[in-house]
T-cell receptor
């Protein structure tokens, strides 16, 4: 069975600090996908990134970066120079390869990030 | 708006009433998923549907919950005889061909049971 653990329930930082959100996953599959979603106070889910298990290159998108390490089953997310608008709940999710023609996401419990001015 | 549309955004029901949540997938998408988010929890898979077919309902509670995705019209998640524990945000997601696991989520429907 697959599992996603986000050990940090809540993180508080001051604006302009860097912050890393941890995500550890468990799966028996060799092919899978990892995701990060952002849920701002308004409640919608905003897709941030998808990474497949064969691509271990780290990715940077503006102030966001992701560190995928298969050896430790981790897919951590770093926000550089955080801003108040980054305040949200962030979810890490795992999808196993859709051999049956579909797949479902397993979500972690989320990390609430509070960025104060 | 070409995104996944869910309505109502907020729904209040008294215990014992029925709740119907609707989801229109993105244009061209024929796969619909329903997820439930209980307070301070992550999202949990409930059911996966294609047009006129329930493919996987392994996450659905055994009683009172049902889902459909008719040939015409939106997908509907129906909760009969609601109880307070049903209070949650219900998210719908859609995908075209499900080869990547990428789902496009709606804004969610928040059900409050009094």
């Amino acid at each position: 069975a697959q599992k996603v653990t986000q050990a940090q329930t809540e993180i508080s930082v001051v604006e302009k600090e860097d912050v890393t959100l941890d995500c550890v996953y468990e799966t028996r599959d060799t092919t899978y996908y990892l995701f990060w979603y952002k849920q701002p106070p308004s409640g919608e889910l905003v897709f941030l990134i998808r990474r497949n298990s064969f691509d271990e290159q780290n990715e940077i998108s503006g102030r966001y970066s992701w560190n995928f390490q298969k050896s430790t089953s981790s897919f951590n997310f770093t926000i550089t120079a955080s801003q108040v608008v980054d305040s949200a709940v962030y979810f890490c999710a795992l999808s196993e390869a859709p051999y049956s023609g579909y797949s479902t996401l397993t979500f972690g419990k989320g990390t609430m990030l509070l960025v104060s001015p | 708006n070409a995104g996944v549309m869910q309505n109502p955004r907020h729904l209040v029901r008294r215990r014992g009433q029925e709740a119907r949540l609707r989801c229109s997938p993105m244009k061209g998408h024929s796969h619909v998923y329903w997820y439930r988010q209980l307070p301070e929890e992550g999202l949990k898979f409930m059911v996966y549907l294609q047009k006129e077919n329930i493919i996987d309902e392994s996450g659905m509670p055994k009683e009172r919950f049902s889902a459909e995705f008719p040939k015409e019209g939106p997908s509907i998640l129906r909760i009969q005889q609601v109880v307070r524990g049903d209070s949650a945000a219900y998210f719908c997601a859609s995908s075209p061909l499900d080869t990547s696991g990428e789902l496009f989520f709606g804004e969610g429907s928040r059900l409050t049971v009094l």
